[in-house]
């Protein structure tokens, strides 16, 4: 079983532009480069739909909720601990 190849997203970017050449076609690039031509198609389609967002990676989405949470997380037990705090000012000061 063969390993998954991965690509940059340099690399895909300017696989896409050697397909936008004119005179060129998306089997001729895909032969040169060793890759299928359904996946340029793909690369290329995904490249026009995101543009400069293309090629994020795999689990980014992921990645931005948790760094989210784990923000927000620090947040509510700063406000847990200074009310905590302020409790226990106004505690004292009542006796």
Sequence with gaps: MSKRRKYSAEFKREAVAMVNQPG???SQVARELGLNANMLGRWSREL?????RAFGGQGKPR??????LKREL???KRERDFLKEAAAFFAKQSK
């Design 24 to 26: 060129v076609t998306r």
């Design 48 to 52: 026009n739909e995101a543009g400069g």
């Design 63 to 68: 990645d931005e909720e948790l760094v989210t």
């Design 74 to 76: 620090a947040r509510v």
